[in-house]
């Protein structure tokens, strides 16, 4: 198929709100950035020029993966050369920080750093692993019966499983996380009976709240300077430790607050001029909140969910199991990131460091997010070509 004429099958709904994520980040970015770097004797559009470099590289991924060959993506060797890759990476993170603990930001080594840039390669896992996992279940569907799930699924989920404990032990607990879920979701949607999946999620839902109720009952004292531990704490108590961890969320609350239905006005935060930590990042929801009030928040996050539906919508219609779980991967990483940013901004979960896709600051997850999202339309433009094709047979 041409350039071209791939062109005439891209769907509109995914392109028109990914691009328009895009632009308003870029916006954000700039917003949330420009005030600290300016008090700070720095150039003001440092963060929006990286934001701006960074919409453009990932806006090549996209269309990469959208001109490609679905067939590429389906090799054997290719999709375990992104698995080894994988590999490498993580491990050579556990390994830099047993040799160079220095290199670690708040205790965790999460990123490589390569001259001007650096690497996250939790970023790169998110789409081997799906890509991997919807590779060993469209040839292994149909032997998810009951009596053999065991032995099918046994090889691939230590596999991944591996993957995400080396997340775990940078440790990335908001990245294993998502990483977790999206195996999770990917797993059940590959033909594994209900019960399964049910039991799962039952005893995950109950045993969360109980650990939350836990630790607010019984303080751990020996994990007080734990950093992680105190993140919880900070969480669960962000007010009375509002001097030791809280300010983050406290001053969340006080952005959402400032901003009520219609915001003060783009540009016109109060609480990124250095009360809010990193407003251009974690917190740049809370920024849009102050600026472009309740109204902004639920256009930005409109778009980005009526994205994750039309992903969803079209594994549904998908004609083979790997396009399926691709987009439902796609859709879940999407939606996952968004949710536990959302969370973590109104407090209903710890912080985790997790950004908001298209929207946060971030080279990595940008390139990640749009190779997705280009992949995702490469297989909604190859399901209409195929659909016309077989309209035009019945025709003749």
């Not at 390569?114 to 919807?134: F, H, R």
């Amino acid at each position: 198929m041409g350039i071209r004429k791939k062109f005439s099958y891209l769907d509109y709904y995914i392109a028109i709100p990914f691009l328009l994520l895009i632009a308003v980040g870029i916006v954000m970015v700039y917003s949330a950035s420009s005030d600290i770097l300016s008090v700070n004797k720095i150039d003001p559009t440092s963060y929006l020029r990286r934001q701006f470099f960074w919409a453009l590289a990932g806006l090549f991924f996209a269309l990469l993966a959208f001109l490609s060959k679905l067939s590429f993506w389906q090799n054997r060797r290719v999709v375990m050369l992104g698995i080894g890759i994988t590999f490498a990476l993580l491990i050579f993170l556990v390994f830099l920080k047993i040799v160079h603990p220095s290199s670690a930001i708040n205790g965790a080594v999460s990123w490589i750093p390569l001259g001007p840039i650096n690497i996250q390669p939790l970023e790169i896992a998110k789409i081997t692993v799906i890509i991997y996992l919807a590779f060993i279940f469209n040839k292994r569907g149909q032997n998810l019966e009951r009596g053999q799930i065991f032995n099918n699924l046994l090889g691939p989920v230590v596999l991944v499983g591996l993957i995400t404990l080396l997340i775990l032990l940078q440790p990335d607990t908001g990245g294993a996380s998502i990483l977790a879920l999206i195996i999770m979701i990917m797993i059940f949607s590959a033909g594994i009976p209900i019960g399964f999946g049910l039991s799962f999620i039952v005893a995950v839902s109950g045993l969360l709240p109980l650990l939350i109720n836990i630790l607010k009952r019984f303080p751990i004292a020996v994990l007080e300077k734990n950093y992680r531990y105190q993140r919880i704490l900070s969480f669960l108590y962000p007010f009375q430790r509002e001097q030791s961890g809280g300010s983050q969320l406290v001053n969340s609350y006080l952005a959402i607050n400032n901003g009520g239905w219609f915001g003060r006005g783009l540009g016109n935060s109060i609480q990124k001029k250095g009360y809010l930590p990193a407003p251009y990042t974690d917190f740049i929801l809370a920024i849009i909140s102050e600026e472009l009030g309740v109204i902004g928040v639920l256009v930005v996050l409109g778009l980005l969910f009526f994205l994750i539906s039309r992903i969803v919508l079209i594994g549904m219609r998908a004609h083979t199991t790997f396009r399926t779980l691709v987009c439902y991967g796609v859709a879940t990483m999407l939606f996952v990131q968004a949710s536990f940013n959302i969370a973590g901004v109104i407090g209903m979960l710890p912080i985790t460091g997790v950004t908001l896709p298209f929207i946060s600051y971030g080279g990595s997850s940008m390139l990640s997010a749009c190779a997705a999202i280009g992949l995702v339309l490469n297989i909604s433009g190859t399901e209409k070509a195929e659909k016309q094709f077989q309209e035009m047979r019945k025709v003749q």
